[in-house]
């Protein structure tokens, strides 16, 4: 049997935070790679690389809706593995959701699709902690990646949808999938969505801005740039079957993670809401990626916390951030 090509990685949404890192990573890994979205303007990712590393990657315009193109694109680059973060988040999905469905469902519907057509061999994709339902919902102690879904946004309905989509190519054409439900993404590039509010406490804390977040009570909390290696390596795993995953991260009250930057930061004007948790469980079971991937990512949150200060530091001195993302 002829040996198997190397990779070359599939990712959609490479203009959002864990696309931008994900394209951080393959570069400093030399993996070949196809980075594609639907705008035309690397805004994250040029947070993250030079502009001599920007200007070495061709950016595919992809819109994921349409099923030829999304087929070309696997097909005419050879591709080997996916990563599919393309979508709509909460807001969007509830502001439209006709093109909420179009783009988290039917898109990831034709990237299963290209897979199955073209022979890819590892395929991970984003899916949610939104398909879940509120902390009442599921026993106490950890929940785990094969929980119920009890979605009470559209947004978590596409993602639930999604699972499914991926159970049922596994069955019936043996598509094998890893699809991974973050909860609160944070760290450089993270700028949209109300999950966005710890990354941004980080960022003005940086700039010496005050900034209210929007919740209390208990999270997860996953740096981006472990979210892009878990997404990575999920796909280079190769998985025989249609897992869906949690990420355990740091689970924290927003309180202390408040205490914790004020403590890198003295002064820090950072706040927060009082009696508004979030409607999502925070206490999350890792066991499936852990036996899918082995070793799972993690940067421990004072060191993860640090070390945005640092490149927010370097970004604010060098104008290369917009601070009006503090205002929104």
């Given at each position: ?68 193109a999304v087929n070309a694109i696997v097909a005419d680059h050879g591709i080997t593995h996916i990563v599919h973060l393309a979508g709509l988040q909460v807001p969007f999905c509830r502001a439209d959701p006709p093109l909420g469905a179009a783009v988290n469902v039917l898109g990831t519907v034709n990237i299963f699709e290209a897979a199955r057509l073209n022979g890819v061999r590892g395929l991970a994709y984003a899916s949610s902690l939104a398909a879940l339902g509120p902390p009442d919902f599921y026993p ?189």
């Open positions: 049997m002829p040996p198997l090509p190397d990779p070359r990685i599939l990712v959609t949404g490479a203009f959002g935070c864990i696309g931008a890192w994900a394209i951080r990573h393959l570069l400093d890994d030399g993996v070949d790679f196809v980075a594609t979205d639907l705008g035309t303007d690397p805004v994250r990712p040029r947070l993250l690389l030079s502009e001599e590393e920007v200007a070495g990657i061709t950016w595919h315009r992809l819109d994921v809706t349409d099923t030829a106490d102690g950890p929940v785990a990646g094969a929980a119920q879904p009890h979605p009470t946004t559209l947004y978590g309905v596409y993602k639930a949808a999604n699972e499914e989509t991926a159970r049922i190519y596994w069955q019936d054409w043996q598509v094998g999938s890893v699809g991974i439900r973050p909860y609160i993404v944070y760290g450089v590039g993270r700028d949209q969505g109300m999950s966005a509010d710890n990354a941004k406490a980080i960022l003005a804390a940086a700039a010496g801005r005050a900034f209210h977040i929007r919740y209390d009570g208990p999270v997860a909390l996953h740096h981006a740039s472990d979210a892009a290696r878990i997404f990575l390596r999920s796909a280079l795993a190769e998985h025989r079957g249609s897992a869906v995953c949690h990420i355990r991260g740091d689970r924290i009250e927003v309180a202390d993670f408040v205490d914790m930057v004020k403590r890198k930061v003295p002064g820090a004007r950072i706040t927060h809401d009082k009696g508004k948790p979030l409607p999502l469980p925070a206490d999350l079971d890792q066991a499936t990626l852990r036996d899918i991937i082995k070793e799972v990512p993690h940067t421990p949150l004072a060191e993860a916390i640090g070390h945005d200060l640092r490149l927010y530091r370097n970004l604010i001195e060098e104008n290369r951030i917009d601070l009006t993302q503090l205002d929104r």
